[in-house]
């Protein structure tokens, strides 16, 4: 099963270290494989370099992928913790 | 701007972008390994990679606790990095497909996004590309282990700034690319300094952490002359010492003049005047200056440039490219004098926790005779290219010096039987650089025909002090009453047995103690090409008379402060000859 959400960035400092590792922490949670783009760009959930490259801004626009059994839990999950602006905003 | 005193190791004045080795990039020895070795490197890379894992996490530990999460959570970024299945992954695939070893593997894979991060515009994301650099160092150190970088590959002119040089790093130092020096750790008498010197590269030791002052890239002013290092140089700065090069290389063609003209005391008396070289090419430079014999040819670096032991043909060639070009002048060829500091990089010596007391020098050549075989056979085939005359260094004991003249005289034999040709009667002599042999000069006496006095080691051994530890460096002088003692004892032992005797060392090259020595009875001295003229003008300018006045009165002071200011006081009288 694949799900697919989009969500915007929202900490003024965009995807840096601390969200990376917060977010690589969390998709390692789930069983389903995560993606995510960034214009052009895909990373790996689980992978902090990766997800560097994507260089998402605040205000960037991420498209989330999940594929697998829990995909539906991860990607709402993940997507809760982008919102909040992994407790930074 | 910021101004840091060090000590001189080399005088001269340059102004040039600095390269810092330690956190520059790595550069990475090979680039390909052979099939059979692949999995070797992947295992090399995994061990790297928990390696530098684990560091990390001892540091976002400590970071944690001291400078709290914020900080932290820089190295659980890194960790995560280093952790990374994705990156890994792609290293070991270009390991496996392209045989790459696993330094070179996980560099490429690092600088492609180093170099995607490069076009980022948002300022501190930008920034994060000094996070990926300093992954990479970490993650290299430990994949290349302890070796150093590699200084031969340098394209353009710069200042090098580093901890520390070791001496197959300084032998490698290519004058063309490297301005000036500068480094944390070393004294006035290390390699380095030395290397420096005769290559004419202006460089300041002993600076403490200038490493981390710079990033590389940096303008940095070097003064070798004052010890002085200046980093960010405003324009006034910059003009000034540009003012001082000028000035200092109209003086330098000054000393010039002094090559043709003899070294003769006023009242007539002739000092040789011989040269120290490190390379068989400085024959060259050491003529030029006006040197009539070469007193030290320091054979061991030409073990240290090279990656395995030099071949007996290769040796062959250099001595005797070297014994040529001295057109008919001495050349005291010295035997490998490795260890110590001094590793050679092809072969482990073993960790020794005293190496300066260990198994060095003539000690090691006596327990490596095959090596030690070639290297005489060497120095005898190129015996008849010139006035070549053999030394053995580091002698404690008559029994060492005997068990090094009977290798040689094996090796003579061997020469006879297969019918090549040497110089049967080549000098032997030795040098005197332990307080035991200084002590028992006279027995030595009887089995050499020259001593060289070596006052580097000579102060070392005698004062107990590491000439390297900047710590205890302030200990170290040659002008040390009880160093003194020591060269005059063999200086008398030398007369009475008719040996000839020269001294080489710093003290032979710096002007303050010419006139103590020539008073001490030297009347022959051996120094860097390039101290030549400068002595040369001392000499001319002093008579045996009060050569023979200052060492007495030295002779009687205590302390080496004392020695210092009355031999500076002395210098500073002199009529010193103006040099056109």
New interface residues.
């Given amino acids: 099963m694949t799900v697919e959400r989009e969500v915007v960035i929202k900490n003024k ?2 995807l ?3 969200p ?2 917060q977010f ?1 922490e969390t998709a390692q949670k789930f069983t389903a494989r995560i993606l995510v783009r960034c214009e052009d760009r895909e990373a ?1 959930g ?5 997800l ?2 994507l ?1 998402a ?1 605040q205000g960037t626009v991420v498209r989330l992928f999940a594929d697998g059994d829990d995909a539906t839990l991860a990607v709402e999950t993940l997507v809760a913790l982008v919102e909040t602006g992994f407790g930074e905003v | 701007m910021i101004s840091k005193k060090g000590v001189s190791a080399s005088p001269g004045v340059v102004i040039g972008p600095a390269l810092v080795l330690d956190t520059e990039e790595y550069r990475i020895p090979r680039r390909t390994v052979a099939a059979d070795q692949v999995r070797q490197q992947i295992v090399v890379l995994e061990e790297a990679l928990d390696a530098s894992r684990q560091e990390v996490n001892d540091l976002r530990v400590a970071a944690a606790r001291k400078l709290g999460e914020q900080t932290a959570s820089i190295f659980a970024f890194h960790e995560g990095v280093i952790a990374d299945p994705k990156l890994r992954d792609e290293v070991l695939l270009l390991i496996r497909n392209n045989q790459y070893t696993a330094a070179y593997a996980f560099a490429q894979v690092m600088h492609a996004r180093q170099k995607l991060f490069q076009n980022v515009t948002v300022e501190y994301l930008k920034e994060r590309v000094r996070d990926l650099y300093d992954i990479e160092k970490r993650v290299l150190r430990h994949v290349l282990g302890r070796a150093r970088e590699d200084i031969t590959r340098l394209t353009e002119p710069v200042v090098l700034v580093t901890h520390d040089l070791t001496p197959s790093q300084a032998v490698s130092i290519d004058r063309d690319h490297i301005l000036g020096l500068a480094t944390n750790v070393g004294g006035q008498t290390s390699h380095m300094a030395i290397i420096a010197r005769m290559l004419g590269i202006p460089s300041v030791v002993a600076l403490n952490d200038i490493t981390s002052d710079l990033g590389g890239g940096e303008t940095v002013v070097i003064d070798g002359s004052e010890g002085v290092v200046v980093v960010d140089p405003d324009p006034a700065t910059i003009d000034e010492y540009r003012e001082k090069q000028i000035r200092l290389s109209r003086k330098e063609a000054a000393l010039e003049t002094l090559r043709d003209v003899p070294a003769v005391t006023r009242c007539g008396t002739p000092i040789a005047m011989w040269a120290n070289i490190e390379l068989a090419e400085e024959t060259g430079a050491a003529l030029h200056r006006g040197g009539e014999g070469v007193g030290l040819y320091r054979t061991e670096f030409l073990f240290l440039s090279a990656d395995r032991l030099p071949t007996e043909a290769q040796q062959v060639e250099t001595f005797r490219q070297a014994a040529e070009s001295m057109q008919g002048k001495p050349l005291v060829i010295r035997t490998i004098d490795l260890g110590a500091d001094k590793l050679l990089p092809s072969s482990s010596l073993g960790q020794e926790h005293n190496p300066v007391l260990g198994l060095r020098s003539l000690r090691y050549c006596l327990r490596h005779l095959d090596m030690f075989k070639t290297h005489l056979r060497a120095i005898l085939r190129a015996s008849v290219a010139g006035d070549v005359r053999i030394m053995f260094p580091m002698i404690t004991t008559v029994t060492e010096l005997r068990n090094a003249k009977a290798t040689l005289a094996d090796v003579m034999e061997d020469l006879e039987e297969e019918g090549i040709d040497f110089r049967r009667d080549i000098p032997v002599g030795m040098m005197v650089e332990t307080p035991a042999a200084a002590m028992t000069a006279p027995s030595f006496a009887k089995e050499v025909e020259f001593f060289s006095i070596g006052t580097n080691d000579l102060t070392q051994y005698t004062l107990a002090v590491d000439r390297a530890n900047e710590r205890v460096a302030y200990l170290y002088s040659p002008h040390s009453p009880s160093v003194l003692l020591l060269i005059r004892r063999v200086l008398v032992a030398a007369r009475r047995h008719k040996v000839a005797v020269h001294l080489c060392g710093e003290m032979a090259g710096t002007p303050e103690y010419t006139q103590l020595l020539l008073g001490l009875g030297i009347r022959r001295l051996s120094m860097s090409p390039q101290d030549i003229p400068s002595i040369k003008r001392v000499i001319r300018s002093t008579t045996i008379d009060e050569c023979d006045q200052i060492a007495t009165k030295v002779m009687r002071l205590d302390s080496d402060r004392q020695v210092w200011n009355h031999l500076r006081s002395q210098l500073a009288k002199l009529p010193l000859e103006e040099s056109a």
């Avoid at chain 1, 689980?46 to 990766?50: A, L, T, Y």
């Fill in positions: 400092e965009g840096h270290f601390r990376i590792m690589v790996d689980r992978s902090p370099m990766e560097l490259m260089v801004t």
